[in-house]
């Protein structure tokens, strides 16, 4: 079934396929950006309490909201956005074709986050295939929630043997296992989980028992990730790729801190972080674009760049009629060993 007969709503193609019952059990809940999402019950467990000011969401053992609603911006920017930054088949089945349609059609004001999940999976697997053509064959997503690179796997699908190792935490983790059985998404044998909590748990020891080859190079993601750790928990993240082998690599991103935030922009940002600690998922770690690569090579990088949101903006968004832009405030780095 195509995706544009999975639906049927409102301003969108409509689907000969009209919505199920019994799927139309919708939940109003905050999302990512802190807007308006309309989801199935069938993740309305993911909202569900324990929720707090302080950051317990996940220790308590609730998957993150903030995964879905990251995974929602993908499925919709399949449906709407055309042309799309980034391809992913799979994105509207793991959330569910009714979940996605229905945000299309209610929420107008989530484009700039929109652009910035599209973007920076896009990115990823831009430096991805980069590293892959060098001879990298493994990549390790850290803070995988709903990404479904790991089950379209294009670089195992061509014969390259590339290894994928999704890292999350363990109540996410579990979480996403579900979504994919229910949405009939077998993972591929490349593709390996990894339960971790970067705040309690060592990567590199969690990595190695499964199956993470340490004296061969890796391509690591970070996305959407770096906000909700300490900074403690960031730095060391960071250390252990920087002491990967020679020719890994990562790609992770960022956003400015509320303090270069003015005008619309903060008040914006100042009712997501309410959003987000409201969720139990509140946002801690902060980054300057000018200051990043100086960390990266002071964690043991030996290269760094940032892609600034206006960088990003020219190379993914530039020649598009519908104004589709990456947000001022976000933006991406890369380091390599
Ligand atoms: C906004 S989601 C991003 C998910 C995915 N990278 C994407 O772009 O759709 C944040 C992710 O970080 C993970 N995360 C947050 N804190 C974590 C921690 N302490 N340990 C492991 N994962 C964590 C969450 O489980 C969630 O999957």
């Not at 920076?120 to 991805?128: G, I, K, N, Q, T």
């Amino acid at each position: 079934m195509s995706v544009s007969r999975c639906w049927n709503v409102p301003g969108l193609p409509s689907g000969s396929e009209p919505v199920r019952p019994d799927r139309r059990r919708w939940l109003r809940a905050g999302t990512a950006a802190g807007t308006l999402a309309l989801l199935p019950g069938g993740v309305a467990d993911v909202l569900a309490l324990p929720v707090g000011p302080t950051g317990a969401r996940l220790a308590a053992g609730t998957p993150s909201s903030t995964a879905l609603g990251a995974a929602v911006q993908r499925a919709v920017h399949q449906i709407v956005d055309h042309p799309r930054v980034l391809d992913d088949p799979l994105a509207v089945k793991i959330v569910g074709a009714e979940s996605a349609a229905m945000q299309a059609a209610v929420d107008r004001r989530s484009r700039g986050l929109r652009a910035y999940v599209a973007m920076r999976s896009r990115h990823a697997e831009d430096r991805l295939a980069e590293a892959v053509a060098r001879g990298v064959r493994q990549y390790v997503l850290l803070g995988a929630g709903l990404d479904t690179f790991g089950c379209r796997n294009p670089h195992e699908a061509s014969g390259l043997g590339l290894r994928v190792f999704e890292v999350d935490h363990p109540a996410t983790q579990a979480w996403k296992r579900g979504q994919l059985a229910a949405a009939g998404i077998v993972p591929p044998p490349s593709l390996t989980f990894v339960p971790v909590d970067f705040e309690t748990q060592r990567l590199e020891d969690r990595l190695r028992d499964s199956g993470f080859d340490p004296r061969q190079p890796a391509f690591f993601s970070m996305l959407g990730v770096v906000v909700y750790l300490t900074e403690d928990a960031m730095n060391a993240t960071l250390r252990f790729v920087a002491s990967c082998a020679t020719g890994s690599g990562i790609t992770f991103s960022f956003t400015l801190p509320p303090s270069r935030l003015g005008g619309a922009a903060l008040a914006s940002r100042e009712r997501s972080m309410a959003a987000m600690a409201a969720l139990g998922e509140p946002w801690l770690t902060f980054l300057e674009p000018e200051t990043v690569p100086g960390r990266l090579l002071a964690l043991g990088f030996g290269t760094a760049a940032v892609l600034t949101s206006e960088q990003a903006n020219r190379r993914y968004f530039g020649d598009r009629a519908d104004g589709l832009r990456v947000p001022a405030s976000s933006h991406m780095a890369d380091a390599g060993v």
